[in-house]
């Protein structure tokens, strides 16, 4: 198996043909850097990350394995794998620094380099008279298997709150479209349809307890998984020239009681059979 100067394992091939052979080739570009990497911190124990998809470049016009997920660093050590372009990281501590850097990988295990570091400070705790839930354990936070058309949103709060939550970054508790269908304790989740293969998702929740709403969104983003592609037929060969694919022969039903017509195979003519009785004509002589 190929590896590239970083280590990196090629799991994924791309066809090429040399004297009407082919040849398999492991795809070995990495993706882009991940490009307009932001840190903003929303609350005193929030900070919100975002950035721009990475590309999978094409090499000599072939299919590449694509863009399958990111790793983001914090502190240089790294935090967790996303496959979405946005990550809220929770459970932090108050008026404190944190720098994070992000990397793209494809589907052979290329890694791109790491982005510009992007650090932000979390905010003052706030005042026991204005003390918003905390929101955390966004879910899902993966690829969702290929074909899925349903899920469900969770997130926890560390204290009794009512959630609610949209599509659109940066909107109030009071302008979110949406509640959550359980709310109201510290568990909250809601349904989520139509959802489509190869489709990323981004919600931005906002959660009230006692009059007093986050400040910031809290970000639950996930994918769908695209199919896997088929196989590709064979190439043939030979004078013969020969094509790609496989042929299956037909198969005549098992079931059922049916019997098929006997087909005589005889070849000889059937005679009539002749009754009464026959008296030859006398010939005339000359």
Same mark, same amino acid.
């Given at each position: 198996?190929?590896?590239?100067?970083?280590?990196?394992?090629a799991?994924?091939?791309?066809?090429?043909?040399?004297?009407?052979?082919?040849?398999?080739?492991?795809?070995?570009?990495?993706?882009?850097?991940?490009?307009n990497?932001?840190?903003?911190?929303i609350?005193?124990?929030?900070?919100?990350?975002?950035?721009?998809?990475?590309?999978?470049?094409?090499?000599?016009?072939?299919?590449?394995s694509?863009?399958?997920?990111?790793?983001?660093?914090?502190?240089?050590?790294?935090l967790?794998?996303?496959?979405?372009?946005a990550?809220?990281?929770?459970?932090?501590?108050?008026?404190?620094?944190?720098?994070?850097t992000?990397?793209?990988?494809?589907?052979?295990? =290329?890694? #791109? %380099?790491? @982005?510009?570091s992007?650090?932000a !400070? /979390? $905010? *003052?705790p706030? +005042?026991?008279?204005?003390?918003? &839930?905390?929101?955390? =354990?966004? #879910? %899902?936070? @993966?690829?969702?298997?290929?074909? !899925? /058309? $349903? *899920?469900a949103? +969770?997130l926890?709060?560390?204290? &009794?709150a009512?959630?609610?939550?949209?599509?659109?970054?940066?909107?109030?508790?009071?302008?979110?479209?949406?509640?959550?269908?359980?709310?109201?304790?510290?568990?909250?989740?809601?349904?989520?349809?139509?959802?489509?293969?190869?489709s990323?998702?981004?919600?931005?929740?906002?959660?009230?307890s006692a009059?007093?709403?986050?400040?910031?969104d809290?970000?639950?983003?996930?994918?769908?998984?695209?199919?896997?592609?088929?196989?590709?037929?064979?190439?043939?060969?030979g004078?013969?020239?020969?094509?790609?694919?496989?042929?299956?022969?037909?198969?005549?039903?098992?079931?059922?009681?049916?019997?098929?017509?006997?087909?005589?195979?005889?070849?000889?003519?059937?005679?009539?059979?002749?009754?009464?009785?026959?008296?030859?004509?006398?010939?005339k002589?000359?």
């Amino acid at each position: 198996m190929a590896r590239d100067l970083a280590g990196n394992r090629a799991t994924s091939t791309i066809a090429l043909t040399i004297n009407n052979v082919a040849v398999s080739t492991p795809d070995i570009t990495p993706p882009s850097i991940p490009a307009n990497f932001s840190a903003t911190a929303i609350s005193a124990s929030q900070i919100n990350l975002s950035w721009s998809p990475s590309t999978d470049p094409a090499v000599a016009g072939a299919v590449t394995s694509g863009v399958t997920s990111y790793r983001i660093y914090r502190g240089g050590a790294l935090l967790i794998t996303v496959t979405g372009t946005a990550y809220s990281n929770t459970g932090l501590s108050p008026s404190t620094l944190y720098a994070y850097t992000v990397s793209a990988f494809d589907g052979a295990g =290329n890694s #791109s %380099p790491e @982005s510009p570091s992007a650090s932000a !400070t /979390t $905010q *003052t705790p706030p +005042s026991l008279t204005n003390n918003p &839930p905390a929101p955390s =354990n966004g #879910s %899902p936070s @993966s690829a969702l298997a290929a074909g !899925t /058309t $349903q *899920t469900a949103i +969770s997130l926890i709060t560390d204290q &009794p709150a009512t959630c609610k939550y949209g599509t659109t970054a940066n909107l109030t508790y009071n302008l979110q479209p949406s509640i959550f269908t359980t709310t109201g304790g510290t568990t909250h989740s809601t349904a989520i349809a139509n959802l489509a293969n190869g489709s990323t998702y981004v919600y931005y929740v906002r959660c009230d307890s006692a009059g007093s709403a986050t400040t910031g969104d809290y970000i639950i983003s996930f994918s769908v998984s695209a199919p896997a592609l088929p196989l590709s037929g064979g190439g043939g060969g030979g004078s013969s020239g020969g094509g790609g694919g496989t042929l299956t022969p037909a198969v005549p039903p098992t079931s059922g009681t049916s019997t098929p017509p006997v087909i005589s195979t005889s070849t000889s003519p059937t005679v009539p059979s002749l009754t009464g009785s026959f008296t030859p004509k006398p010939r005339k002589l000359y």
